[in-house]
């Protein structure tokens, strides 16, 4: 939770004590160390791609890409159209 005065974060701990900044600290390292972990894998399993490959990984990437935003649009327009006033 983010606290727009520092007087607000020290009061929130005074009140609930160091236990709930505690957990969330350690919750935010093991996603960190997580993250680390899969990027450096990431890394490693494409060390020896040629350029070539790369460049159709890269290529098949974005047209998935494109084509789940392109159904996520559709389906928000859908939505919207329904609800607009006038017309």
Same mark, same amino acid.
């Given at each position: 939770?983010?606290? %727009?005065? %520092?007087?607000?974060?020290?009061?929130? =701990?005074?009140?609930? /004590?160091?236990? %709930?900044?505690?957990?969330?600290?350690?919750?935010? $390292?093991?996603?960190?160390?997580?993250?680390?972990?899969?990027?450096?894998?990431? /890394?490693?399993?494409?060390?020896?791609?040629?350029?070539? *490959?790369?460049? $159709?990984?890269?290529?098949? *990437?974005?047209?998935? =890409?494109? =084509? =789940?935003?392109?159904? *996520?649009?559709?389906?928000? $327009? /859908?939505?919207?159209?329904?609800?607009? %006033?006038? /017309?």
């Amino acid at each position: 939770m983010s606290y %727009p005065y %520092p007087q607000d974060r020290h009061r929130d =701990r005074k009140e609930k /004590g160091e236990h %709930p900044y505690k957990d969330a600290k350690e919750a935010m $390292t093991q996603s960190d160390a997580q993250l680390q972990a899969e990027a450096e894998a990431y /890394g490693e399993a494409r060390a020896n791609e040629s350029e070539e *490959e790369r460049a $159709t990984r890269f290529a098949a *990437e974005a047209e998935e =890409r494109l =084509r =789940r935003i392109n159904t *996520e649009v559709a389906a928000g $327009t /859908g939505e919207q159209s329904g609800s607009e %006033p006038g /017309g």
